[in-house]
C-alpha cells in the first residue's frame, strides 16, 4: 500500500480501463443482488478515486479504506471526497487479524497490491477467503512482471534463476514444477493467476457448502505488468441461477474458469486520433482502421494491431483525459 502512495493512479490509461469494467462487473452481478447494501474496503491510495467512483456508479456508502503509511493517510484524511469512507491507518494483514466481517449484509474487497511480495500477497488471500462468506466478492490485483524475482550474475541463465525464486514464493500455491517457461513475461501472469486460484481453493477447504465462480481476470500494463482477479463465493446449487440473472456469459469479457488473464493494452493515441477512430466504431474492424488511418500506433505493425484490437474492444472503457483550469 505505501508504494502505491505516489502513484498517479487516475492517470494510467490501461488501469483506469480495468477499473471501468470492474464498475460494469459489479453492476451486472447487481442483477442478482443489491450490491448497493454491500460493504466496499480496498485500499484508497491518496485520492480516494475507487471509493467515489463505486459510490457514484453503484451506491455503496459503507466503505473501508486501507492505507499503512502515516503520510498518505494523512493525504486520504484531507482529501477524502466522500464522508461515508472510514479511513484506517493500518496494513491489510493487520486488518485481516481484526475486522470481522458481516457476513449477512455482503463485502467487495478490493486488495490492490503494489508491492511484489507475492508470498505474503497470496497468504492474505487465503485469509481473505477464509473469513468472507456467501455472496461476497473479492478482488486481487498483483505485480506480474518477473523482473520482480531478481537478476542472477550470470544473465544467460536469467530464466531458471527466475523460475527458482518463484518456486520458492509459491510454495505450497505453486504448481509441483515451475519452469522457465513459467517466467517468461508472457506465461508469467498465468503462472501466478493459477497460484491466486490455488490461495483461493485453500481458503475454501474450511467450507464445503462455498464455491468459487470466477468472474474475470485481466492483465495490463501501465509501467508494470500486473494482473487482477476477481471472484464471488456462491453456494454450488445457485451458480445456474447466478449466472442466468447477471447474464455474464453474454458478457464479453466474462471469464468462467480463469485458466488465462484477458490483456488490456491499448493504444497511447492523441485526441485528434482517438476522435477519428471512434466516429468509426463499432462497425469497422481493426483493419479498416489501420487502412483509414495509414500508419501505425505502436513501434510495430504487429504491437499496433494487437493494442487497436484491445481498443475496439474497450473503448467504450476509455478514459478522456483533459486539461481543466480551475
Given at each position: ?39 466496499y474496503i480496498g485500499f484508497g491510495g491518496p485520492f480516494l478515486e475507487d471509493f467515489k467512483h463505486l459510490h457514484s456508479a453503484l451506491r455503496i456508502s459503507k466503505m473501508i479504506s486501507l492505507e499503512m503509511d502515516p ?256
Amino acid at each position: 500500500m505505501s508504494q502505491g502512495g505516489s502513484i498517479a493512479y487516475h492517470l494510467r490509461q490501461n488501469k483506469a480501463i480495468e477499473r471501468n469494467l470492474f464498475v460494469d462487473l459489479l453492476s451486472r452481478v447487481g442483477r442478482y443482488v443489491n450490491i448497493s447494501n454491500y460493504s466496499y474496503i480496498g485500499f484508497g491510495g491518496p485520492f480516494l478515486e475507487d471509493f467515489k467512483h463505486l459510490h457514484s456508479a453503484l451506491r455503496i456508502s459503507k466503505m473501508i479504506s486501507l492505507e499503512m503509511d502515516p503520510n498518505v493517510y494523512k493525504r486520504q484524511m484531507f482529501n477524502r471526497p466522500i464522508s461515508c469512507i472510514s479511513l484506517r491507518n493500518e496494513s491489510s494483514g493487520d486488518f485481516l487479524n481484526n475486522y470481522e466481517f458481516d457476513n449477512e449484509a455482503g463485502n467487495i474487497v478490493w486488495f490492490d497490491y503494489a508491492t511484489t511480495d507475492i508470498t505474503s500477497q497470496l497468504t492474505e488471500t487465503q485469509r481473505l477467503v477464509e473469513k468472507l462468506g456467501h455472496g461476497d466478492i473479492f478482488k486481487i490485483t498483483v505485480n506480474a512482471s518477473p523482473t520482480a524475482l531478481g537478476e542472477p550474475q550470470d544473465r544467460s541463465k536469467m530464466l531458471e534463476y527466475r523460475a527458482e525464486v518463484l518456486a520458492n514464493r509459491l510454495s505450497s500455491y505453486g504448481p509441483a514444477e515451475v519452469t522457465a517457461d513459467s517466467v517468461a513475461t508472457k506465461n508469467y501472469p498465468k503462472t501466478l493467476l493459477a497460484a491466486i486460484m490455488s490461495a483461493v481453493k485453500h481458503g475454501l477447504a474450511g467450507d464445503p457448502s462455498i464455491v468459487l465462480q470466477p468472474l474475470a481476470a485481466f492483465v495490463y500494463s501501465d509501467g508494470q505488468q500486473m494482473l487482477t482477479v476477481t471472484g464471488v463465493l456462491l453456494h454450488r446449487d445457485e451458480i445456474e441461477r447466478f449466472l442466468e440473472q447477471s447474464r455474464l456469459p453474454f458478457w464479453s469479457f466474462f471469464n468462467a474458469d480463469c485458466l488465462a488473464p484477458k490483456s488490456i493494452s491499448v493504444p497511447v493515441l492523441s485526441a485528434k486520433e482517438r476522435v477519428h477512430i471512434e466516429s468509426m466504431l463499432p462497425e469497422a474492424g481493426v483493419e479498416d482502421i489501420q487502412n483509414a488511418l495509414d500508419f501505425y500506433t505502436a513501434s510495430t505493425e504487429r504491437v499496433a494491431q494487437e493494442e487497436m484490437s484491445n481498443f475496439v474492444n474497450f473503448y467504450r472503457m476509455f478514459p478522456w483525459y483533459s486539461r481543466v483550469v480551475l
